[in-house]
């Protein structure tokens, strides 16, 4: 019995049919690995993450496109879990002389044997844990502030921290920055911030792309009932010239006690607290003026200034004495208890004819009266949406930054809105007008 023919027979019946008939075609092998990309949770620390991303980068596993996203998705990551003592990028190390060209290598990508590129990481530390920009936030910061967010000095150095490094890529950029904090411990230009007149930020800041988006990053600081305006804290921050005051004037700049009216969108400060409620102001206009009366009968909320000169030249016209000499009582009745020591000045700037003279006497009245209660030599207006900034050290001058165009209207009530009494002060709103 043929026993080998005989399983070679038996193993061709067993073959399927598809082996019978043809030949196998094989599934064409993929030309490369499908690679999965890195889990940033994964690593165990910074530095590993660092390692193992630059590996697969140079390797062509992944695009620099995906490195990048990768990179900072893992600073973070960590940066979350910085101390202020010991930086998330110092963490691996005990002496930072020891590890500065690794350090740098890994985290920037610089060429660790560039003795500029070498310098600016230890900078940055040796600066935020130094006796230069501490003092300046202390000196900022100092003082009893209620605010939860305020309590704590170190966690605002730490933030500061994370604002340095994630406001600006260029490193060339924060070592000039950080260069001159070491150096002048300032990098505002307090000469230009109080001179009389209209600065751009980009003068305020000499030009310094950093410190201005730091300026920009800092301006929530000082924002609420209890703190100061927007600006004030971060303009201290980042100068040791400039300090924050517990009372007469907001902050101390180069020793001048400066007034600060800041704001983030489009409105502004006014010159003055509290002020009359709408139905008491609407009472009493109501009960002098037979057409403010109307007015308000007619469905009206409020009454601005324009509208009631206009009223009041109707009702009591100036070129009558009876009615010049009445107009001047029914205002000057109102005004000595909205502006108290100052009331008889502000009723002057009623006699005056047309709007434009009446404004500007009011303007003046308004700002000696808030000069007298609050204690400054020179008022500085900040707004971060039209980026630029407005110093004034008397009435005059300030009645030419609204003449110039540089402030918006004043926006003043006789008789304010229900949700702003406040609205019988002027208003200080710096517009988008070229410097």
């Not at 695009?63 to 879990?81: E, P, V």
């Not at 303009?235 to 400039?242: C, D, E, G, W």
């Not at 009960?287 to 324009?306: C, D, N, Q, R, Y």
């Amino acid at each position: 019995m043929d026993t080998d023919n005989d399983t070679d027979r038996l193993n061709t019946h067993m073959k399927p049919w598809f082996i019978k008939e043809a030949d196998i075609i094989k599934f064409p092998k993929p030309k490369a690995k499908v690679v999965q990309m890195p889990n940033v949770q994964s690593y165990p620390d910074f530095l590993s993450g660092v390692k193992d991303l630059h590996m697969r980068r140079d390797t062509g596993e992944i695009s620099q496109a995906s490195h990048d996203k990768l990179y900072t998705d893992l600073i973070h990551r960590f940066a979350k879990k910085e101390s202020f003592e010991t930086p998330w990028f110092l963490r691996e190390y005990d002496s930072l002389d020891q590890e500065k060209n690794n350090i740098i290598s890994k985290i920037s990508g610089m060429d660790a044997t560039n003795e500029k590129d070498a310098e600016i990481l230890d900078r940055i530390y040796k600066l935020l844990n130094s006796e230069t920009i501490q003092p300046n936030i202390a000196n900022a910061f100092r003082g009893a502030i209620e605010d939860d967010n305020f309590a704590n000095v170190d966690a605002v150095v730490k933030e500061l921290t994370g604002i340095i490094f994630n406001i600006e890529s260029d490193f060339k950029k924060i070592s000039g920055f950080l260069q001159k904090l070491e150096n002048q411990k300032s990098v505002v230009n307090v000469d230009k911030l109080t001179s009389v007149g209209v600065h751009s930020l980009a003068d305020v800041f000499d030009g310094d792309d950093v410190a201005i988006k730091a300026f920009y990053a800092l301006k929530r600081f000082g924002v609420g009932l209890k703190q100061k305006g927007p600006g004030e804290y971060a303009l201290a921050v980042l100068s040791n010239k400039i300090k924050i005051l517990q009372g007469g004037g907001d902050i101390s700049i180069n020793d001048k006690l400066v007034e600060v009216k800041a704001s983030i969108g489009t409105s502004g400060g006014r010159l003055g607290m509290g002020g009359p409620t709408n139905a008491k102001a609407k009472k009493y206009w109501s009960s002098v003026s037979p057409s403010i009366a109307t007015h308000f009968e007619s469905g009206a909320k409020g009454l601005g200034i324009g509208q009631a000169i206009n009223y009041l030249n109707t009702d009591y016209p100036l070129n009558d004495s009876n009615a010049r000499n009445k107009r001047m009582e029914i205002v000057s009745n109102w005004y000595n208890k909205v502006f108290d020591t100052n009331g008889n000045a502000i009723s002057n700037a009623f006699i005056q004819q047309d709007i434009a003279s009446v404004q500007a006497e009011y303007i003046k009245a308004n700002y000696e009266w808030y000069k007298s209660k609050d204690d400054f030599q020179g008022i500085l207006i900040l707004s971060y949406g039209a980026g630029k900034s407005a110093y004034a050290e008397s009435s005059d001058d300030l009645v030419n930054l609204f003449r110039s165009g540089q402030l918006a209207s004043p926006a003043i009530s006789v008789v304010p809105s229900n949700a702003a009494p406040r609205e019988v002060f002027t208003q200080l709103s710096l517009t988008k007008a070229k410097v």
